[in-house]
């Protein structure tokens, strides 16, 4: 598939704060200088707000130095899916010592996160469903170890936005969905919540609705 994302600007820390997060995502990308012409595949052209009137586009995100980079390049993803935001936005979470998280777009993943605690965990989860906009916001939560379990529950229904839904979804099989090579710990909690994300589950009540 050919390049969709070009970064051009001159301004090294931006650069770099940018192909970082964007490589991190797992995306390719075209370098351009500011003034260089741009090929007609390139959907959408990241640059700095100072370079932006160098570059002739229809697509251009400014990045302001400073801000996190990952919002920009989530905008990026959005424009050349042709979409303003995501119909639905999936988070499964796999409790335990340690809690796998995953974020569904739509049905594709668009992050996996694990957490060593379920404090954190639960703000990850909040703060990944503001991080991509949606029209419908689900956390399913596998029905794990009770004492991580209801301790997550209990956290996710006084942070979550009262419209989110939340369901408890069965474990049973994930952990069978491993490679037999990769045996990590991490990676198992991280597969595991994609395939909570992906199954339907029991819609809890919210005690704060």
């Not at 931006?14 to 012409?37: H, M, R, T």
């Not at 739509?106 to 996996?112: M, Y």
């Not at 469903?129 to 209801?150: A, D, H, I, W």
């Not at 597969?191 to 704060?208: D, P, Q, T």
């Amino acid at each position: 598939m050919k390049t969709k994302i070009a970064v051009a600007t001159v301004h090294g820390r931006a650069y770099y704060e940018l192909v970082k997060e964007l490589k991190k995502q797992g995306l390719s990308f075209l370098s351009l200088k500011p003034w260089d012409p741009v090929p007609l595949n390139i959907k959408v052209v990241i640059t700095t707000r100072d370079e932006s009137h160098l570059i002739s586009h229809p697509q251009i995100l400014p990045f302001e130095q400073g801000s996190n980079p990952e919002s920009v390049v989530d905008k990026a993803i959005l424009i050349i899916q042709g979409k303003q935001g995501y119909e639905k936005v999936v988070v499964g979470v796999d409790p335990g010592k340690t809690c796998g998280i995953a974020v569904l777009g739509d049905a594709k993943i668009l992050e996996t996160l694990t957490s060593s605690n379920i404090e954190d965990a639960a703000h990850l989860v909040v703060d990944n469903l503001k991080r991509f906009p949606s029209e419908v916001r689900v956390v399913r939560v596998g029905n794990g170890p009770p004492e991580y379990t209801k301790s997550l529950l209990s956290s996710l229904d006084e942070d979550l936005p009262e419209e989110t839904l939340m369901e408890i979804v069965s474990e049973a099989g994930t952990s069978r969905l491993m490679n037999k090579s990769a045996n990590r710990r991490v990676l198992r909690d991280a597969v595991s919540a994609i395939e909570i994300a992906g199954r339907k589950g029991r819609i809890l009540s919210r005690k704060n609705v």
